[in-house]
């Protein structure tokens, strides 16, 4: 099995896939300087059209996803107060395993989320 990691964003306001939201990957050495890695935008499907990593490019070491999340918001015409609640959501996981699939979900609101390892 080639290793993989690959993200899914759900608009839980509006009941469906976050369309064009902006994201960012970036690696963290272990003195915690950030690395940007790549910057993509969802589809239709709240997914990217490509992977965040494919089986070429990921590594054993600690990611952070960062969600763009009020821009997203506002891009879709939600009323939100100034400054927003949440602006960028950051998720930062370890990848142990370069020959797993790694698949981070965001379910997100103006004002909650959650995230899980998905499959």
């Known amino acids: 099995m080639s290793g993989k990691l690959s ?12 369309q064009n939201m902006q994201i960012e990957l970036w690696a963290i050495a272990n003195d915690g300087q950030r690395k940007l890695l790549k910057t993509l935008s969802t589809n239709q499907d709240g997914r990217t059209d490509e992977l965040l990593l494919n089986d070429r490019e990921i590594k054993v070491g600690i990611y952070e996803i960062c969600f763009y999340v009020s821009d997203y918001f506002a891009n879709c015409g939600t009323s939100l107060p100034e400054p927003n609640f949440l602006t960028i959501v950051p998720v ?17 609101s103006p004002w909650s989320y959650s995230t899980y390892r998905g499959s």
């Open 7 to 18: 993200t899914h964003v759900l608009d839980t306001v509006r009941g469906c896939p976050a």
């Open 92 to 108: 930062r996981f370890g990848i142990a395993d370069v020959s797993d699939r790694y698949h981070v979900p965001l379910l997100v």
